[in-house]
């Protein structure tokens, strides 16, 4: 592995022997939100750290996140149940040196792998792909280290976008002119009481020709998910923290046993050309991509019994009983299908037939397909609600 043009980071007693060392200061003044962090919080634990290592990564500042994960995870404890726990620090800093254009430091990567050989396969394969062009072998190479990983976090993005730049495609596979398409279906869930911009969208599409549409209110749902899942769903959507998280519960249930498409209540589809996008759609499943290889499950579409589908039920239910306070994007909304997806690329790599074809499309296709339009209530949501 070729040498790494890493800056000389200072011992731990050294970066806080009296103030704060000058070498953490000198990166705080790269970022003003984690500048606003310091001046409030200060740094004197490994949650600090942490934390101004995450806003660094979200504001894209990724070597110096790399060197603040770096300094929490030495922070660590070495217990195994001190969360974050250490691998997961230290992924995230070598995840963040290969984002930043640096090799990973050997000597760390093989102390990664002592510690969790699924986050050192992760990391070496990410590596092996970006820095040595080798995306075949870098899919190989992870494996299914996203099973370490709640579902939707980054690994499961990065694996689908490696999955699409493989060659031949991962996705590929011959359509079958007796498989069943995509019903001519069309579901949407509003709780209750639906505000006027919203009541104008579901009689757009009530009006739209060619499709049969169908909405579910609050009771309707919790009375349909008993009669068709049993109790444990009924209860699990009664249980949902909000009404986003109970839309995320009913859609999968509903596109498995019927098959068709679910559209969110605020995106609106671009009239009768994308009706005719939609019945045009030959393979079993579609999905939409986000331009950060995120499912869309806003909108997308897959006939009834979907594997895929039963697949994300598997997820929504685990998540459901034993992460319910997990970010909803991850726990019930994307995250199932980027997970499910993670699945099936390595089912395939390991020479499992694909059972059931698959269409999925770029986020170009999505905005031709779908108009967004202006629903207040998007903006009282509290952030870590949204879906």
């Keep these: 592995m070729e040498t790494v043009s890493v800056r000389k980071e200072p011992s731990l007693a ?68 001190h969360y974050p726990q250490a691998q997961a620090l230290l992924q995230a800093r070598l995840l963040c040196f290969l984002k930043a254009g640096k090799a990973v430091p050997a000597e760390e990567l093989e102390t990664l792998k002592r510690i969790s050989t699924p986050y050192a396969n992760y990391i070496g394969g990410i590596s092996q792909a970006w820095r040595d062009a080798d995306v075949d072998g870098g899919l190989r190479r992870i494996g299914n280290a996203f099973e370490e990983f709640h579902t939707g976090e ?4 990065l694996y689908l976008e490696l999955a699409l730049r493989a060659s031949p495609p991962v996705f590929f596979s011959e359509k079958d002119p007796e498989q069943k398409s995509i019903p001519n279906k069309l579901f949407m869930f509003w709780d209750k009481n639906p505000p006027s911009e919203i009541q104008q969208n579901i009689a757009f599409h009530e009006d739209l020709d060619g499709i049969e549409f169908r909405l579910f209110d609050y009771t309707e749902a919790a009375a349909w998910l008993y009669e068709n899942y049993g109790r444990e769903a009924r209860d699990l959507f009664l249980a949902a923290r909000h009404p986003a998280e109970a839309a995320d519960f009913l859609r999968v249930h509903v596109i498995h046993a019927y098959g068709g498409w679910w559209i969110d209540a605020d995106i609106r589809l671009r009239g009768e050309e994308a009706v005719d996008f939609l019945k045009s759609q030959s393979s079993r499943h579609s999905f939409f991509l986000t331009q950060n290889y995120v499912v869309h499950n806003d909108l997308y579409g897959a006939v009834a019994g979907s594997e895929i589908l039963a697949d994300c039920l598997l997820s929504l239910y685990r998540n459901s009983y034993l992460h319910r306070d997990l970010f909803i994007a991850y726990k019930t909304g994307p995250g199932i299908f980027n997970r499910a997806l993670s699945r099936m690329i390595h089912r395939k790599l390991n020479d499992t037939p694909m059972t059931q074809t698959l269409d999925i499309h770029d986020s170009e296709t999505f905005d031709r397909v779908i108009e967004q339009f202006n629903a207040p209530y998007k903006y009282a949501m509290p952030h870590w609600q949204a879906s």
Excluded: C, W
């Design 14 to 81: 050294e970066a806080f022997s009296g103030d704060i060392a000058e070498f953490y200061t000198d990166l705080l003044g790269k970022d003003p939100a984690a500048v606003d962090y310091y001046t409030r919080q200060g740094l004197q634990s490994l949650e600090d750290a942490f934390a101004i290592a995450n806003i660094f990564h979200t504001n894209r500042n990724v070597e110096e996140a790399s060197y603040f994960y770096g300094l929490a995870y030495r922070m660590h404890s070495g217990d195994p149940g």
């Design 154 to 157: 980054e690994i499961d993005r």
